[in-house]
């Protein structure tokens, strides 16, 4: 079967004033893989993933979800709204509306996203909070949540939306160790399902075990992409095998 892309990015360029932070970034993610990008802060791997989610404009180059260039100055305004509700984006920080019980911040993203009514909502709210292991928080709001449970209720947020790809941007870095797992095998699970994702991390060993695919970035460019077996185990350029070695062995 061929394979189809969810997400393509080519030749994307994105600069602030002078500052180019991404200089010709060329990636896809097809439907069913499980691809991450690592590399040192400030490489423009979060820029990446809000170019792709239309959380910032680009400079030059495409974004392409489903085969639809998104980029493109005469796309059709209902396709790009669509193709956008296919991405579900997990943040750093969480981002659930504080003044909401964890209940209300999936059913009325629901409703004002997708306009489904409240029953059908409530249904889904439950059906995803039991899988991220959540049920009995329905009703809590987040300021009575841990940040690994916060966390969670955003990816079962994300997840309500049905999306074709999960974007995960560090979803563990503002979290204390001891919750960092309880967010890795939630991804974990969602791998089980075969659920396309797109994952910035610096967990080297999760990263490592989830990928079919990693690509390495420094300084805005794509150093090296390659199975997890070969970027881990047979790395090509000498600059990733040190990249490897500070971050695995700190
Ligand atoms: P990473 O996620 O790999 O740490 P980022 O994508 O956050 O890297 O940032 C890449 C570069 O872009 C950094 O040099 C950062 O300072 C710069 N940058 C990010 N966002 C902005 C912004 N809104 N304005 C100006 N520069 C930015
Ligand atoms: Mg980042």
Redesign the pocket.
């Known amino acids: 079967m061929e394979s189809e892309k969810i997400i393509e990015l080519k030749n994307l360029k994105k600069q602030?004033g002078d500052?180019v932070?991404l200089k010709n970034i060329n990636l896809h993610v097809d439907r069913g893989e499980v691809v991450s990008i690592i590399?040192p802060?400030?490489?423009?791997?979060?820029?990446?993933l809000r170019c792709i989610v239309d959380l910032e404009s680009i400079t030059s180059g495409e974004v392409l979800i489903e085969g639809n260039n998104l980029t493109d100055k005469n796309v059709d305004k209902k396709i790009k709204k669509q193709m956008l509700l296919k991405t579900g984006m997990v943040f750093q920080t969480f981002n659930l509306f504080p003044h909401m019980s964890v209940r209300n911040n999936i059913v009325k993203t629901l409703k004002v996203v997708k306009k489904i009514d409240v029953t059908e909502a409530e249904n889904i709210a439950k059906n995803m909070l039991d899988l991220v292991g959540l049920s009995d928080k329905i009703d809590n709001f987040p300021n009575q949540l841990s940040g690994g449970q916060k966390q969670r209720v955003a990816i079962a947020r994300a997840l309500a939306l049905q999306p074709d790809i999960m974007l995960f941007d560090e979803p563990t870095s503002a979290l204390d160790p001891e919750l960092v797992k309880e967010v890795l095998d939630i991804i974990r699970k969602l791998k089980e399902k075969k659920i396309t994702m797109l994952i910035?991390s610096h967990e080297m060993n999760f990263v490592r075990e989830i990928s079919d695919r990693v690509i390495v970035?420094e300084k805005g460019e794509i150093l090296e992409t390659g199975t997890s077996s070969q970027i881990f185990e047979n790395p090509l350029s000498q600059r990733v095998k040190e990249f490897l070695n500070t971050t695995i062995n700190s």
């Open positions: 602030y500052n932070v590399g802060s400030g490489s423009g791997k979060s820029t990446i910035v970035m």
